[in-house]
């Protein structure tokens, strides 16, 4: 059986993530982790803090702490709120770990060996009233390519092009907004990613299997312009992973660090040696060695559209060039943006959902089954709080809520809390097996297929067929009649609960697992035959009629939450 190794694109350490970064890896790569288990796959779902670079010392440096304090705090909170979300991960590791050091040096020895790392002399950006070089996000400016004002020093976020910081028109620092900027010299190391490109386009035209957005993107970074360029994977900074060429000093690049997207990805590998050596598993090398068992490993990669440049070539560039037996990813599952009421999320405008802030309003499942319905598979999505309100309302506590609460309930006051045993099945209850047979089906091919909206839609639907079953049978009125006849209908009703439950145990697990607890089943299997499956609780099993599943969302919370969210547009 194919094993699957899943990464979803690790989160920066600089504070706390707004349900668009959610949307865009995390969660829909922790779906795709759960069905595979649910199915009986052997899985190994990593995700890591990204805790080198910028972005972590000038965190650190607003928070007042030092930088390797203020990523192990971060490290902590982001650990417990992907908990709180239901992540399953194996493991949630750290970029600034041990085994990602040594394993960062080992493939800047092995890349140096087969000719592919350079040291060049260059210009850099140097701020007089800094005292220090300024790499990458210590500088931003107009993007040169369409004009965005606030562009970083390694990419423009608004075009997605790949910058240098001398690339910036009006350059000024980000550590203290000086402009008396000058070049001067320096050196770093450049990994010659142009030689690497008739190889990486050869293995991106295989990929006949991906997304559109993401071989989109892969082939206008490949090919527009001037094409693959040699990318420097060195910066002048104190925090990261210190230069070395595998065990051995580096001549002259003593005091530099490795670019923060050099070290970040190969911290998907050295997540999994932490997991090995936190004693949750054994053999990492299984995962991601072919010649140690990890050809028969299917590698799906989860991110937003924004890292698929780093993802299909900078990355790959790394691990074909080292010329070892890595793994390389066989399918990247990317996202648009998810946007917020007509704009974007904001962290200084104080505009939007955080994730920190989701949990303290509602519980998980509410925002995993809106996130994820909505996922922002072929374009951008947006987040409205009327959307998010008439949905939850709708899909989790008028059809599947209801659902359960007013089976149970019923044949509680008819029946008592155990499946009544008389009647038979007659051509309504075959027709809905036979209808919800075929419909899981397309919900099977649809997560396998990673179409988490049609996925979505389709266990809607599913649902939505019990309830219409229910409604049109009405056993409550049946029962005045002909007791035998409604005492058939609310046992397929009743069993109708933990084949829901499994299906939607990777969309909503908290809930799927109060719906088991209610009908006291431990486990009722993937149902790969349907019939059987509807067919678990037999009769004179005894119940508990559940607590409320989802309780609605009022007007006056959607509008005590909307101006809670709203921020400061017109802020600077």
């Given at each position: 059986?194919?094993r699957?190794?899943?990464?979803?694109?690790?989160?920066?350490?600089?504070?706390?993530?707004?349900?668009?970064?959610?949307?865009?890896?995390?969660?829909?790569?922790?779906?795709?982790?759960?069905?595979l288990?649910?199915?009986?796959?052997e899985?190994?779902?990593?995700?890591?803090?990204?805790?080198?670079?910028?972005?972590?010392?000038?965190?650190?440096?607003?928070?007042?702490?030092?930088?390797?304090?203020?990523?192990?705090?971060?490290?902590?909170?982001?650990?417990?709120?992907a908990e709180?979300?239901g992540?399953?991960?194996?493991?949630f590791?750290?970029?600034?770990?041990?085994?990602?050091?040594?394993?960062?040096?080992?493939?800047a020895?092995?890349?140096a060996n087969?000719?592919?790392?350079?040291?060049?002399d260059?210009?850099?950006?140097?701020?007089?009233?800094?005292?220090?070089?300024?790499?990458?996000?210590?500088?931003?400016?107009?993007?040169?390519?369409?004009?965005?004002?606030?562009?970083?020093?390694?990419q423009?976020?608004?075009?997605?092009?790949?910058?240098?910081?001398?690339?910036?028109?009006?350059?000024?620092?980000t550590?203290?907004?000086?402009?008396?900027?000058?070049?001067?010299?320096?050196?770093?190391?450049?990994?010659?990613q142009?030689k690497?490109?008739?190889r990486?386009?050869?293995?991106?035209?295989?990929?006949?299997?991906w997304?559109?957005?993401?071989?989109?993107?892969?082939?206008?970074?490949l090919?527009d312009?001037d094409?693959?360029?040699d990318?420097g994977?060195?910066?002048?900074?104190k925090?990261?992973?210190?230069?070395?060429?595998?065990d051995?000093?580096?001549?002259?690049?003593?005091?530099?660090?490795?670019?923060?997207?050099?070290?970040?990805?190969?911290?998907?590998?050295?997540?999994?040696?932490?997991?090995?050596?936190?004693?949750?598993g054994?053999?990492w090398?299984?995962?991601?060695?072919?010649?140690?068992?990890?050809?028969?490993?299917?590698y799906?990669?989860?991110?937003?559209?924004?890292?698929v440049?780093?993802?299909?070539l900078?990355?790959?560039?790394?691990?074909?060039?080292s010329n070892?037996?890595?793994?390389?990813?066989?399918?990247?599952?990317?996202?648009?943006?998810?946007?917020?009421?007509?704009?974007?999320?904001?962290?200084?405008?104080?505009?939007?959902?955080?994730?920190?802030?989701?949990?303290?309003?509602?519980p998980a499942?509410?925002?995993?089954?809106?996130?994820?319905?909505?996922?922002?598979?072929t374009s951008d999505?947006?987040f409205?709080?009327?959307?998010f309100?008439?949905?939850?309302?709708?899909?989790?506590?008028d059809?599947?809520?209801n659902?359960?609460?007013?089976?149970?309930?019923?044949?509680?006051s008819?029946?008592?809390?155990?499946?009544?045993?008389?009647?038979?099945?007659?051509p309504d209850?075959?027709?809905?097996?036979?209808?919800?047979?075929?419909?899981?089906?397309?919900?099977?091919?649809?997560?396998?297929?990673?179409?988490?909206?049609?996925?979505?839609?389709?266990?809607?639907?599913?649902?939505?067929?019990?309830?219409?079953?229910?409604?049109?049978?009405?056993?409550?009125?049946?029962?005045?009649?002909?007791?035998?006849?409604?005492?058939?209908?609310?046992?397929l009703?009743?069993?109708?609960i933990?084949l829901?439950?499994?299906?939607?145990a990777?969309?909503?697990?908290?809930?799927?697992?109060?719906?088991?607890?209610?009908?006291?089943i431990?486990?009722?299997?993937?149902p790969?035959?349907?019939?059987?499956a509807v067919?678990?609780?037999?009769?004179?099993?005894?119940?508990?009629?559940?607590?409320?599943?989802?309780a609605?969302?009022t007007?006056?919370?959607?509008?005590?939450?909307?101006?809670?969210?709203?921020?400061?547009?017109?802020?600077?």
């Amino acid at each position: 059986m194919t094993r699957h190794l899943i990464t979803s694109a690790i989160p920066y350490i600089n504070g706390i993530k707004h349900l668009g970064n959610l949307v865009g890896s995390q969660l829909p790569a922790d779906l795709y982790a759960r069905y595979l288990r649910a199915r009986g796959n052997e899985v190994l779902f990593l995700c890591a803090t990204d805790e080198h670079g910028t972005p972590a010392e000038l965190a650190a440096a607003k928070a007042g702490k030092p930088v390797e304090e203020y990523c192990a705090e971060m490290y902590a909170v982001q650990k417990e709120i992907a908990e709180g979300f239901g992540l399953s991960f194996d493991h949630f590791g750290r970029s600034s770990s041990e085994q990602n050091k040594r394993l960062t040096q080992h493939f800047a020895g092995a890349l140096a060996n087969e000719g592919l790392i350079e040291e060049v002399d260059q210009s850099q950006i140097y701020s007089e009233t800094d005292g220090r070089f300024l790499p990458d996000r210590y500088v931003e400016g107009t993007c040169p390519n369409c004009g965005f004002e606030d562009a970083r020093g390694d990419q423009c976020d608004n075009c997605t092009k790949q910058l240098d910081p001398e690339d910036l028109i009006n350059p000024r620092s980000t550590v203290s907004g000086a402009t008396d900027l000058e070049m001067r010299e320096t050196k770093h190391l450049f990994l010659k990613q142009s030689k690497m490109k008739d190889r990486l386009n050869d293995w991106i035209e295989s990929k006949t299997d991906w997304p559109v957005l993401t071989t989109s993107i892969a082939k206008k970074w490949l090919h527009d312009g001037d094409g693959l360029q040699d990318r420097g994977i060195t910066r002048d900074l104190k925090w990261g992973v210190p230069v070395k060429r595998g065990d051995d000093p580096w001549p002259g690049m003593e005091g530099k660090v490795f670019y923060v997207w050099f070290d970040a990805p190969i911290e998907y590998i050295a997540c999994a040696q932490e997991w090995v050596d936190a004693g949750k598993g054994d053999n990492w090398e299984r995962w991601w060695r072919t010649d140690k068992g990890a050809d028969d490993v299917r590698y799906t990669q989860f991110m937003g559209k924004d890292n698929v440049p780093f993802h299909t070539l900078s990355f790959p560039a790394t691990i074909m060039g080292s010329n070892e037996p890595w793994k390389l990813v066989d399918y990247i599952k990317s996202f648009n943006y998810l946007n917020y009421d007509g704009g974007q999320f904001s962290t200084s405008r104080g505009r939007g959902v955080f994730m920190d802030q989701a949990l303290e309003i509602l519980p998980a499942d509410y925002w995993r089954w809106w996130l994820l319905s909505h996922a922002p598979e072929t374009s951008d999505a947006e987040f409205t709080w009327e959307t998010f309100q008439t949905d939850v309302n709708k899909d989790l506590a008028d059809v599947l809520g209801n659902f359960v609460s007013r089976i149970t309930k019923f044949c509680r006051s008819k029946f008592g809390e155990a499946v009544p045993n008389a009647g038979e099945y007659g051509p309504d209850e075959h027709a809905l097996i036979a209808d919800l047979t075929e419909r899981v089906a397309r919900y099977n091919a649809q997560m396998d297929a990673m179409e988490v909206r049609k996925s979505a839609a389709e266990l809607r639907a599913i649902w939505a067929a019990g309830n219409e079953y229910l409604q049109a049978q009405a056993p409550w009125t049946t029962f005045k009649t002909d007791p035998d006849r409604a005492a058939a209908q609310t046992r397929l009703a009743l069993n109708l609960i933990p084949l829901y439950a499994t299906l939607a145990a990777p969309f909503i697990p908290d809930a799927a697992e109060k719906m088991l607890a209610g009908m006291k089943i431990a486990d009722a299997g993937w149902p790969d035959d349907v019939p059987a499956a509807v067919a678990q609780l037999p009769a004179g099993h005894v119940f508990e009629v559940p607590e409320v599943l989802f309780a609605k969302i009022t007007d006056e919370q959607r509008e005590e939450w909307a101006e809670r969210f709203a921020g400061k547009r017109d802020a600077a």
